[in-house]
């Protein structure tokens, strides 16, 4: 009993301090309309959320390039700060 008290609390905590989101973030399909000011060829100032592209059904980006999410897109953005690319994205609440 010592012991399950310490492990109930711990389950219990890390239940609490998920890093799940409270939103998934889609991708819409190709020919899709976006949401975006951001177009191929802009400069992209730093910041931004990196995402993983396997998790999006993204293309696999080339060295030095990753994928940022922004508001309603996803841009594929060089090392130097030149977007490549933008493919819409939406938010879809968890039920």
Known sequence: MK???PLILLVMVSACTSDEPSER???YPDG?????T???GMRYPAGGLVVDYRNHALEKPKEGQRWVLETGAF???QADGTIMSVVPARYVKHR
Do not use: C, G, K
């Open 38 to 40: 951001y177009q191929p």
């Open 32 to 36: 899709s309309s976006v949401a975006t």
């Open 3 to 5: 012991t399950l008290l």
């Open 25 to 27: 973030i889609y991708r």
């Open 75 to 77: 841009l594929l953005v």
